[in-house]
């Protein structure tokens, strides 16, 4: 049964409190996040709309970073269809960091080694939801059965315009859309 993230856009404050509880949880370097969240703002004054995307690995069911791992570090666990690395089988070669399309692995330069979101592995193992769905406020991120959460969701997408194209990796997400999202001109806001 394959896992997967539901994020609720129309929930997201964009307070990064998933970001920041999954650099914690995997005691990242700085500079590093395996959750990125973007805010996006599309229209023209006066009519503007925002948004914000909170992203991280979509343990794709074709993920292309398993496609082009030479030793299989990057492998789809058969236990629930999440993308996993291992770090002993991994040359940190960035074929996986160069051929994902949601630019989800990170290269550590410290230790040489790729490495990306594992949907806190560890943690529910014990039971636990992962360190992002746990840490989220306002309950914008729920992670399950990719069909369930689906059903339980009916009105999500798979696609939004910031998105690359889903049928290139079929990425196991169910996304609750605000409408700015599915427009076309939209603009990442820095911060």
């Known amino acids: 049964m394959r896992q997967g993230f539901y994020f609720d856009m129309t929930a997201c404050i964009g307070c990064r409190t998933c970001q920041i509880a999954c650099k914690d949880k995997n005691d ?40 082009v791992c030479p030793n299989g570090a990057t492998f789809i666990n058969e236990e629930d269809g999440t993308v996993q690395h291992d770090d002993t089988k991994c040359i940190g070669c960035q074929y996986c960091v160069n051929a994902c399309p949601y630019g989800v692995p990170k290269y550590l330069e410290d230790i040489q080694l790729t490495h990306k979101c594992d949907a806190c592995w560890t943690l529910r193992e014990k039971g636990e939801d992962p360190a992002c769905v746990a840490a989220c406020p306002m309950r914008a991120l729920e992670f399950g059965p990719i069909d369930e959460l689906r059903a339980a969701h009916p009105d999500t997408v798979n696609q939004i315009t910031i998105l690359p194209e889903a049928t290139q990796t079929n990425p196991s997400v169910a996304i609750q859309a605000k409408k700015a999202a599915l427009e076309k001109d939209v603009a990442a806001v820095l911060m």
């Open 28 to 67: 990242l370097p700085a500079g590093v996040v395996f959750r990125n969240v973007t805010d996006y703002e599309v229209g023209a004054y006066p009519n503007v709309a925002t948004f914000h995307y909170s992203g991280s690995c979509n343990h794709c069911e074709d993920p292309a970073c398993v496609a």
